[in-house]
Structures are given as C-alpha cells and as structure tokens.
C-alpha cells in the first residue's frame, strides 16, 4: 500500500478528481494549503508591511492505495493538472504501513 499526496492547483481539482473517478479511485482527503516550490520566495511590501507572496493557494490531496494502482493514480493526477507551466505540483509517494477501516475493523486498502 502507499499513501500518494498530491500538490495541485485549486483549479485543477475538478478535473483531477474526475480522472480519478473515471479510474474507479474515490477515497481521498482534500485539504486547502498555501505552498511554495522551487522557484524561490521572495516578499514584498504591500500597504508598508512586509509580506510573502510565495506562498500561494494550492490543494493537498492525499490518497491511500493498494500497490497496483499508484500508477494509474499518478496517471490520472499528472494528466488533470498539467498545464505546463510552472506551479503545476508535485507528486509524493510514501509507503503506507497499515489501513484499519473503523467501521468493520478490517485491515487493508
Ligand atoms: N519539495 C516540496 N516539499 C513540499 N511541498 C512541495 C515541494 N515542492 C512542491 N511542493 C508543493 O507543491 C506546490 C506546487 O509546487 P510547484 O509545482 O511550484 O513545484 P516545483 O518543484 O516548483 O515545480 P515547477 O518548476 O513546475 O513549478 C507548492 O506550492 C507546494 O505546496
Ligand atoms: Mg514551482
């Protein structure tokens, strides 16, 4: 099992959550986050105060997933978010010790 944890553009979420569907995928936790990459921060004054403006709104989304579907899963999110231009996101893929589902105490994805 690995726990996949996307950083995306807000306005890619639809369309990421679509392709996900479209893959039979529909656990996931979507959280709003503000973030940064690679291209370095920088701040600015704004009204006299010093501000970061490399911070900006993307959402995290985090899905954990049986091994054989990490790729269709990247697949997905990779082809939904991508315009091409920088900030796009980024793709984290962890391994994922244990899922106990709460309702049934079941093991496993
Ligand atoms: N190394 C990282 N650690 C944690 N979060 C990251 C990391 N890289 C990117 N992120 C998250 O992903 C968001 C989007 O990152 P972004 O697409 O700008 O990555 P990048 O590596 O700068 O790629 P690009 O050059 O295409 O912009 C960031 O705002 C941040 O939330
Ligand atoms: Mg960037």
Redesign the pocket.
Known sequence: MKLVIA?VRPESLTAVKQALFSKNIYSMSVTN?L?????RGFTEMYRGVQIEVNL?K?VRIELGVADEKVDAVIEAITLAARTGK?????IFVQDLGRAIRVRTGEEGL
């Open positions: 950083y986050i973030g940064a990459g690679r291209q900006l993307k920088e900030g796009d996101g980024i």
